[in-house]
């Protein structure tokens, strides 16, 4: 009784994870699966986890009101030691900013642009903090200007030091300066020294037109951030790179500067995630932008980007996802919530646009979206689409971002696999909230997120 009152307040009040965690051995009854390879929840099963993995499916009862069970999420690229305000993490925040991706469904994050992660590992195993699985990218390679002096050929070759406690990914940000772009030669002979250093260059374009045409050009095989309006996808030789929007980054930069359209989007990220809405909801407020380095400039127009995310169909085929947390107002697993409403929101099949009765205009969401609104989604969309769309978003939040992140669970839930699964009440294809709210996260077996003390042994 006592752990269970401790692991409730932890999540809750940012306190330490309890010394004990809850047992490993968990058995659910009539639970329904999420089949990888049908993109679709199975029949109903019973489930059993034994030392941290399962042990077995057995046919089930059929149940009125079954669990639906998705496999651990995985998140391409956050940033840990930013607070998602301006300012740094501190040690007293990070199990909060630890179990807000747990809030979330993910059992597995990268960290891009943090330092070493070793001090804070040994410290989530010193303090018992509940944590999904970290792994860090290398060292980010910042090319503002690709030279090698004047008038020099390539000669530099990549400067970064190697660290074996870090991954294979070679993040590579791209900083166009001037519209004068890169040296394509030298850009291209990065990517191949990269690569032949076993490394996968991963091309950061900041959202920057030149910058996404270099990439693509000098074909770097993984771009991250939002496309332009007017990218030219045939230049490139080949298109089948993957791609992380992160559309959430830009899409907060605008909705900063309406302070209605915020409020309420934090109520609905409130009412989706409960540690955004007992800890970070009342954080930050858009009456003090000004005071954040990045809200000098005024941000470019949300409108191109989405344009784009709907209209190229084929660059869409291989998403990878990634939140952008830590990057202002995206907190962990609220920032993940944002990105997916986005994706749902822009794939989505528009029903009649709504019109602002008191101004006869259409509203922010309508402009933007033109039907979406936050909180009536499966109303203003067309209800035959959100099922298909829901199952796509899934399977780039586990499959396909897990093989990239090299999840040990693979983004599946399969008998001598790892546990890792979030629990839901409803099915979250065909709920009104899409994919969130969760109701719990188990991790290895172990239960690591409730909103509500459950009984040791179970999930239920």
């Known amino acids: 009784m006592k752990n269970r009152r401790l692991l409730f307040l932890s999540l809750f009040l940012s306190a330490f994870a309890p010394t004990i965690l809850l047992s490993q051995n968990l058995k659910m009854k009539s639970v329904r699966i999420w089949d ?16 941290g993995k399962i ?9 009125p009101n079954p669990k639906y069970l998705l496999p651990g999420f995985c998140d391409a690229s956050v940033t ?23 809030a979330a469904g993910f059992s597995h994050i990268e960290s891009v642009g943090d330092p070493g992660l070793t001090q804070l590992q040994n410290e ?43 991954n294979r990914h070679l993040p590579i940000f791209l900083k166009e300066v001037e519209n004068r772009g890169f040296s394509q030669t030298e850009l291209f002979a990065k990517r191949r020294e990269g690569e032949e250093k076993g490394y996968l260059p991963i091309a950061y374009t900041f959202s920057d037109k030149t910058s996404w045409e270099d990439a693509l050009d000098t074909g770097f095989p993984v771009i ?70 990045e809200n000098d400039l005024s941000p470019p127009s949300f409108s191109e980007y989405q344009s784009t995310f709907r209209g190229e169909v084929e660059a869409r085929k291989n998403l ?43 509203g922010f969401w309508a402009s933007l979206f033109g039907s979406f609104s936050p909180s009536l989604l499966p109303t203003n969309a067309d209800p035959e689409s959100l099922p298909q769309i829901r199952r796509e978003i899934i399977q780039t939040l586990t499959r396909k971002t897990c ?58």
């Open 320 to 362: 990878l996802f990634a939140s952008g947390a830590g990057h202002w107002g995206l907190f962990p697993g609220q920032a993940a919530i944002v990105e997916v409403r986005l994706w749902e929101a822009l794939l989505s099949k528009p029903k009649e646009r709504k019109v602002d009765l008191a101004s006869n205009r259409p």
């Open 80 to 102: 840990i030691g930013a607070d998602a305000m301006g300012g740094k993490t501190g040690r007293d925040e990070l199990p909060t900013y630890l179990s807000g991706y747990l």
């Open 224 to 293: 991250f951030h939002p496309m332009p309006e007017g990218t030219n996808l045939y230049r490139a030789q080949k298109r089948d790179f993957l791609w992380a929007p992160m559309l959430s980054v830009l899409y907060l930069q605008n909705l900063k500067l309406k302070q209605d359209d915020w409020k309420e989007e934090s109520e609905n990220w409130a009412r989706l995630h409960s540690v955004f809405g007992s800890r970070w909801k009342n954080s930050l407020s858009v009456e003090s932008v000004g005071e954040g380095g």
């Open 403 to 460: 093989a990239f992140l090299g999840a040990d669970h693979g983004g599946r839930i399969r008998v001598g696999g790892p546990a890792h699964f979030s629990v839901h009440n409803e099915n979250p294809l065909k709920r009104a909230s899409g994919i969130f709210p969760i109701e719990s996260m188990v991790l290895g077996g172990k239960l690591v997120y409730t909103p509500k003390p459950t009984k040791e042994g179970t999930a239920k």
């Open 124 to 166: 989530i195993v010193k303090s018992k903090w509940f944590s999904p699985i970290l792994t860090q990218s290398q060292k980010p390679a910042l090319y503002s200007e690709l030279s090698a002096g004047d008038g020099a050929l390539y000669t530099s070759g990549l400067t970064h030091v190697p660290d074996s406690k870090r």
């Open 55 to 63: 042990l077995s499916f057995k046919e089930g009862s059929t149940v």
């Open 36 to 51: 990888s390879e049908k993109a679709n929840f199975g029949g109903f099963i019973d489930l059993e986890v034994a030392q």
